[in-house]
C-alpha cells in the first residue's frame, strides 16, 4: 500500500498525483474497459433495443463522467475538500451499480442470442467479461474511496 502514502491523510491528489495514488490510479482502467463496453456493444446491432440502450446508456454516461471526474482531480477542481471525496464514493458506488446491471443484462441477451452469427456472439462474450472487468474496477475505487472518505 505505498501507493496510499503519497498524499497526507485527509487530502485529495491532483495533478499527476492520480496518476499514483489509490485509488485514483483506476481512471484509466476505468475509462479503457468501460470504452471497450461501449465500442463492442455499438459495433453490433443493438437488438433488442431496451436492455442494449441501458448497457450503451452506462458505457456511455460512466465514460463520459469518469472522464470529467479525473479531469477535475487532475486541475485541482475539488480543493481536497471532503464533500468531494463523498461525492467520489457516491459516484463510484454508483457506476458500480450500474455496470453490474448492465453486465447481467448483456450476459443475458448473449446467452439468448448464442444461436446467432459467431462473430456476433464472440463480440457479444467479449462485452460482458469488459463488462464485469469494469464493474470490478469501479467497486475497487469505492471500496477505497470510502476508506479515504473516513479519513476526512
Not at 470504452?35 to 465514460?63: E, K, R
Amino acid at each position: 500500500m505505498a501507493a496510499t502514502t503519497a498524499q497526507p491523510m485527509g487530502s485529495l491528489p491532483s495533478g499527476l498525483g492520480i496518476c499514483t495514488t489509490a485509488p485514483d490510479i483506476f481512471y484509466l482502467p476505468e475509462l479503457v474497459f468501460g470504452g471497450l463496453v461501449w465500442i463492442l456493444v455499438a459495433s453490433t446491432h443493438v437488438d433488442p433495443p431496451n436492455p442494449l440502450g441501458w448497457v450503451m446508456f452506462v458505457s456511455v454516461f460512466c465514460f463520459v463522467l469518469t472522464f470529467l471526474w479525473m479531469i477535475i482531480f487532475a486541475a485541482d477542481g475539488h480543493k481536497s475538500g471532503s464533500a468531494w471525496a463523498a461525492a467520489d464514493l457516491a459516484y463510484h458506488g454508483l457506476a458500480a451499480f450500474f455496470y453490474l446491471s448492465a453486465g447481467v443484462d448483456l450476459a443475458y441477451i448473449t446467452f439468448l442470442n448464442k444461436a446467432g452469427e459467431l462473430r456476433i456472439y464472440q463480440i457479444d462474450i467479449a462485452a460482458v467479461v469488459f463488462a464485469y472487468v469494469a464493474t470490478l474496477l469501479y467497486f475497487i475505487h469505492a471500496i477505497l474511496s470510502a476508506i479515504r472518505w473516513k479519513t476526512f
